[in-house]
């Protein structure tokens, strides 16, 4: 089952969207991906930091499902 939201972004806040399969989303929450993704410098948020999230949720070893993830920089 998939799920349509509609936001508002806030340009002096919002500075990526995050779009992934429920995979990644049933190990991390929203935020601790948002967090994930502040880890990183500004221009690897453009370049790495999809595979990040997917490289961390891998890693975590809790997943059985398929992982895709597109982060999109604003």
Same mark, same amino acid.
């Given at each position: 089952?998939?799920?349509?939201?509609?936001?508002?972004?806030?340009?002096?806040?919002?500075?990526? $969207?995050?779009? +992934?399969?429920?995979? !990644?989303?049933?190990?991390?929450?929203?935020?601790? &991906?948002? @967090?994930?993704?502040?880890?990183?410098?500004?221009?690897?948020?453009? $370049?790495?930091? +999809?595979?990040?999230? !997917?490289?961390?949720?891998?890693?975590?070893?809790? &997943?059985? @499902?398929?992982?895709?993830?597109?982060?999109?920089?604003?």
């Amino acid at each position: 089952m998939f799920s349509i939201l509609q936001v508002t972004l806030d340009n002096d806040l919002d500075k990526f $969207v995050i779009l +992934a399969s429920d995979g !990644l989303w049933d190990i991390y929450s929203g935020q601790q &991906c948002v @967090d994930m993704v502040k880890e990183l410098d500004e221009e690897s948020i453009a $370049v790495r930091s +999809a595979e990040y999230l !997917l490289k961390k949720a891998v890693q975590a070893e809790k &997943c059985y @499902d398929n992982i895709a993830v597109i982060v999109i920089k604003l």
